[in-house]
């Protein structure tokens, strides 16, 4: 059964440091690895997707991490804002018959403080 | 960038109502999504569609149906309400390995 588990379930920081989230996954067979970054009621938005030649990808303060043998992938977030408070979703897709599935994960809830 | 927009952020219905939950994409592309999201579980896939007139079961249908008469519009109809479909309801629409969502709706069934 494929499945995507990310820790740690919550987390709270400080305002400037820098903070890991961790995705690791079970998909096969596997097509790409997506995070996206979820407001408080607001849809999910896109950060980066990975394919499984890439290891790592930025946009901006986020870099995300892909080690396709181990199956793990994590999202690392430097000088944190207050913006970034929000729920990180890791999403993997597998290739299929039918077009790609996509599994996602409960995500990591961030809380960013003063 | 792609825009997806449900119509409502929030809906209160009784059990046994009819629900529609409406979505519009403004980008002319085929795929879109229904998704549902509950606290403790990930997105799950209720129904999808590439085409007008075409729908295709997700992972947990049972309850749901859709509509898609025109492209940019994707319809979620809930034919009787029932309170475990209190949910938070995101529209998606597709543009290659791109998901883009809209807001979301909650749904609370009393």
């Known amino acids: 059964k494929n499945q995507v588990e990310q820790s740690p379930q919550s987390l709270i920081i400080l305002e400037g440091k820098n903070c890991t989230l961790q995705?690791?996954?079970?998909?096969?067979?596997?097509?790409?690895l997506r995070w996206y970054k979820q407001d408080t009621g607001r849809g999910p938005v896109s950060l980066t997707i990975?394919?499984?030649?890439?290891n790592t990808k930025s946009n901006g303060r986020y870099t995300a991490t892909l080690d396709a043998d181990t199956k793990q992938s994590s999202l690392h977030i430097t000088a944190s804002q207050l913006s970034d408070s929000a729920s990180y979703i890791c999403v993997v897709s597998a290739l299929t018959g039918g077009g790609n599935k996509l599994t996602f994960g409960t995500g990591t809830q961030l809380k960013v403080e003063l | 960038d792609v825009k997806v927009t449900q119509s409502s952020r929030y809906l209160v219905k009784r059990t046994g109502e009819k629900v529609f939950l409406e979505c519009v994409q403004d980008m002319d592309h085929e795929n879109m999504f229904w998704y549902r999201q509950d606290p403790g579980l990930g997105l799950r896939l209720i129904y999808f569609s590439y085409d007008v007139k075409m729908k295709e079961k997700g992972d947990i249908p049972e309850g749901y149906s859709v509509s898609r008469e025109k492209k940019e519009r994707f319809s979620l109809i809930l034919e009787s309400a029932s309170t475990n479909q209190t949910s938070m309801y995101l529209c998606a629409g597709g543009l290659g390995e791109k998901l883009f969502f809209g807001s979301g709706t909650q749904l609370s069934v009393l």
């Open positions: 995705c690791n996954y079970t998909v096969s067979p596997f097509s790409n």
């Open positions: 990975m394919t499984f030649s890439e």
